[in-house]
């Protein structure tokens, strides 16, 4: 057995586990990470499954932090299918969530990811600032690993400024 079928039979059995106790937040992170696995292994519908089953328990428990990652996880893998508009929204209603509880530990990943989006879209101006965002939250928040990405997203916005670069994502994802 590999690392990726070790690591998702371990959330796997979190998640079965959590459901037999009535543990929902933890049940909830189990499939959030089984999420991770499908994302980082490009099998993206089974990604979106697992995060919106995770989004829909804490949402039923009012776990808003939790609710929020699974949105960041959800937007992330939509920006990966190329679905943009879905990208966007799931950010955008997890910015919120973030803003909302004066939680912002996360406002670098969505901001680098919006920007990303934007960048995508066609929107150089929208993605630099929200490229910029990124970077001033993560210093602020002394996020040095966000930081980088951050500021690779910001330097993605310079070369891809009406060449139609693509973005690529990075494996530099925080994991959850």
């Known amino acids: 057995m ?34 991770e696995i499908y994302r980082r292994q490009g099998k993206l519908e089974q990604a979106i499954e697992a995060y ?9 428990f009012n776990f808003e932090e939790f609710v929020g990652i699974a949105l960041i996880n959800l937007g992330a893998s939509y920006l ?32 680098r990811y919006l920007a990303e989006v934007e960048l995508l879209s066609g929107q150089a101006v929208k993605a630099q600032r929200f490229a910029q965002e990124a970077v001033d939250w993560a210093l602020k928040l002394e996020r ?21 670069y693509q973005v690529q994502t990075s494996g530099l994802d925080d994991a959850y």
């Open 2 to 35: 590999g690392k990726w079928e070790e690591a998702l039979l371990s959330f796997q059995k979190s998640s079965a586990l959590s459901l037999r106790t009535g543990e929902v937040r933890q049940q909830g992170m189990g499939l959030n990470g089984q999420g």
């Open 52 to 60: 919106e089953e995770a989004r829909q328990i804490w949402q039923t």
């Open 80 to 111: 990966k299918k190329g679905i943009l508009s879905e990208a966007r929204a799931h950010l955008e209603k997890s910015r919120q969530i973030f803003q909302g509880l004066e939680a912002h530990m996360h406002l670098p990943e969505i901001l």
């Open 144 to 164: 040095r690993l966000e930081e980088g990405s951050a500021r690779r997203a910001l330097g993605q916005v310079g070369l891809g400024h009406g060449s139609g």
